[in-house]
Every structure is written in C-alpha cells, then in structure tokens.
C-alpha cells in the first residue's frame, strides 16, 4: 500500500515558476517509478513528466519540454515538479503516480500506475 500527497500547487502569473512535491508513505517508493499526469477543466488527464526509481532515465511532454523538472529524493520518499516559465494553457489538477514496477524507463501511460494522489490545483493567470 501506498499513499501519495501532493503539495505546492496555487495561483501564478504567466512566465512565473511553481516547484510541486509528492510524499510517499510506504517501503516501496525507492523502487518505484514516479509520474506526473494533469487534467484541465473539460479535457483527459495527460502525462506530464515521468522518472524511474533511480533516477536514471525521465520522460516528459512535448509541451513541457525544457520548461518542467522532475525529480526525486529517496530518502524523503518524495518526488518533486519544477515548474518554469508556466503558461495560462499550464493549468489543471496535477497528480502525482506510483509505478510499482522496477523498469528501466519510467512509463507515459497512465493505466500503468499503480497508485495516485488526490491532486493539486495549479493556475496561472495571463
């Protein structure tokens, strides 16, 4: 079992920077991938970024690309989203996801995740 909760989230103007935070309770959280996903008002939930239980390899979005970090503490059982230049089309629920599978590349999808958080809300004003 797993529990995720993520913090950070709130109210920017455009080209400001948000870092969001995901603790994990649970043994397992060293050993697992760790994803982001967002969903806006009236749209799916989409990938955002993605980092493997070593931080060895990471996935993200086209439309994060070179604008958000993700990263992760093992000792902290907490995985981080920094969050630059954020864009209006930037707002949604962020959650993060635990992949308890050891793989080598952290998954995109998110049918793969095994756990998830509650969210947070993150908006930025034009």
């Known amino acids: 079992q797993m529990q995720l909760v993520e913090s950070g989230g709130g109210l920017v103007q455009a080209g400001g920077s948000l870092r969001l935070s995901c603790a994990a309770s649970g043994r397992t959280f060293s050993s697992s991938s760790m994803g982001w996903f967002r969903q806006a008002p009236g749209k799916e939930r989409e990938f955002v970024a993605s980092i493997t239980w070593n931080s060895s390899n990471t996935n993200y979005a086209d439309s994060v690309k070179g604008r958000f970090t993700i990263s992760r503490v093992n000792a902290k059982s907490t995985v981080y989203l920094q969050m630059n230049s954020l864009k209006p089309e930037d707002t949604a629920v962020y959650y993060c996801?635990?992949?308890?599978?050891?793989?080598?590349?952290?998954?995109?999808?998110?049918?793969?995740?095994?756990?998830w958080g509650q969210g947070t809300q993150v908006t930025v004003s034009s």
């Open positions: 996801a635990a992949d308890l599978a050891r793989g080598r590349y952290p998954p995109v999808a998110s049918a793969v995740y095994d756990y």
